[in-house]
């Protein structure tokens, strides 16, 4: 199983660089490390919000949160800890995953997110943070070390070539992503609504069509 270091030196091997990296938390003291400290984390939670992969789909009963309204919701709940991405509010005899119960997101005025809904004891199956390495999968790994050595490419070659080199790690990111997500949905993973993230839709990529879950 690769670890973050390992998924780090992948990407700088993308890149043409020296992929020595020792460790990244926290950093070795080479420049490559700083960069990697702070962009892989980033790539990393952005590609898990992508695609509601087998190996982060989580599912838990919610907690209702007191002294929280919104006119036209009877309960609000907390958003579970290490939520990416929710993908569905169940009722708690739901049979189908697809089956989401009306509801919103929004912050309270502590900041934190609360579902608000008219489901009484829900259930919410998400996308949840997963920062085990051993529990990804080869596709994963490989798709997370292009969208990695995209981010990297700016600040370690620099400059016009550096933006170049970005532009087709991006591409070549979209084909990993591609194959990623057919495996997985291969194993079993119930297809739902694919993620685009903002900065991606930026650079004119499409990354799949699907319907919503639900969240609005």
């Known amino acids: 199983m690769s670890s973050a270091v390992d998924i780090v030196n992948l990407a700088l091997s993308h890149l043409g660089q020296n992929a020595d990296v020792i460790d990244i938390n926290p950093p070795d003291g080479s420049a490559e490390a700083q960069h990697a400290a702070r962009f892989y984390p980033m790539a990393r939670n952005e590609l898990l919000e992508m695609h509601p992969w087998t190996f982060a789909i989580r ?3 919610l907690a209702p949160v007191a002294g929280v309204n919104r006119p036209s919701w009877q309960y609000a709940y907390a958003m579970p800890s290490g939520c990416i991405r929710p993908l569905s509010l169940l009722r708690a ?8 119960e009306d509801h919103i997101v929004e912050g309270s005025d502590a900041g934190a997110r609360v579902i608000f809904a008219n489901t009484p004891d829900a259930a919410l199956r998400y996308i949840s943070l997963v920062e085990d390495t051993t529990k990804f999968t080869p ?6 070390s292009r969208l990695l050595a995209a981010k990297l490419a700016g600040p370690i070659i620099k400059g016009v070539e ?23 949905s291969n194993s079993g993973s119930r297809r739902v609504s694919d993620f685009v993230p903002a900065g991606i839709r930026a650079r004119g990529y499409r990354i799949g069509r699907g319907t919503s879950a639900g969240f609005r």
């Open 59 to 61: 599912r838990t009963v």
């Open 93 to 100: 005899e739901a049979l189908d995953d697809d089956l989401s």
């Open 139 to 144: 596709g994963f790994v490989a798709a997370l």
């Open 162 to 184: 550096g933006a170049r080199v970005a532009e087709a790690m991006m591409k070549m990111f979209l084909l990993e992503l591609a194959n990623a997500k057919m495996s997985d």
